[in-house]
């Protein structure tokens, strides 16, 4: 099974501040990789797939990058609203998609 | 407007038994593969199950295999996660999530908003 680090675990933060979240692979996934962002209490809300592609409605903020065993998450202009954990998901291992350990952002 | 609207949870007894479901609406259901992922309290995500769009491909996480069937309604727009054989590790809460598909690149871009599950005496 294909499994999932992220570093930091938890990230201690200013509004404004860019912030980078990096997620590595235990094999080479190609860019199938995707990040999610998920608030207390509410369900995961899908940010980047395919390893860097926007999705819909997503905050040109976020960007995501890497391929193979090496990935990151970056918001460049931290914003209230962002404060938030952040999950990755390698989509390469069909279909048991798994998941990283996630990367809480909380306010300095 | 997608909406996917999970129920069923609930407190049940170790060894006992649960069946969640899954409304869906705001998009044509039989086209799309779906996917149980829980969360335990104050844990990360867990893949759970898969099934595809005709219900024809069932995947499993080990962790549930054998005790948990994953089924569907396309006429009903409706997922289910029957569990059986609950134990006080699935406690968590289950959301259904759907799966898109661009080129091939796959992601889960809605999910409902979780029914929790709770095993204990």
């Known amino acids: 099974d294909i499994q999932l680090t992220q570093s930091p675990s938890f990230l201690s933060a200013s509004v404004g501040d860019r912030v980078t979240i990096t997620c590595r692979a235990s094999?080479?996934?190609?860019?199938?990789l995707a990040w999610y962002q998920q608030k207390p209490g509410k369900a995961p809300k899908l940010l980047i797939y395919?390893?860097?592609t926007l999705q819909s409605g997503v905050p040109s903020r976020f960007s995501g990058s890497g391929s193979g065993t090496e990935f990151t998450l970056t918001i460049s202009s931290l914003q209230p609203e962002d404060f938030a954990t952040y999950y990755c998901?390698?989509?390469?291992?069909?279909?048991?998609?798994?998941f990283g350990p996630g990367t809480k952002v909380d306010i300095k | 407007e997608v909406q996917l609207v999970e129920s069923g949870g609930g407190l049940v007894q170790p060894g006992g038994s649960l069946r969640l479901s899954c409304a869906a609406s705001?998009?044509?259901?039989?086209?799309?593969?779906m996917n149980w992922v829980r969360q335990a309290p104050g844990k990360g995500l867990e893949w759970v199950s898969y099934?595809?769009?005709?219900?024809?491909?069932?995947y499993y996480a080990d962790s549930v295999k054998g005790r948990f069937t994953i089924s569907r309604d396309n006429a009903k727009n409706s997922l289910y996660l029957q569990m059986n054989s609950l134990r006080a590790e699935d406690t968590a809460v289950y959301y259904c999530?759907?799966?898109?598909?661009?080129?091939?690149?796959?992601?889960?871009?809605?999910w409902g908003q979780g029914t929790l599950v709770t095993v204990s005496s």
């Open positions: 094999q080479g996934i190609s860019s199938y």
């Open positions: 395919a390893a860097s």
């Open positions: 705001g998009f044509t259901f039989s086209s799309y593969e």
């Open positions: 999530a759907r799966e898109s598909v661009w080129g091939s690149y796959r992601h889960f871009d809605y």
């Open positions: 998901q390698q989509l390469n291992s069909y279909p048991r998609f798994t």
């Open positions: 099934i595809s769009s005709s219900g024809s491909t069932i």
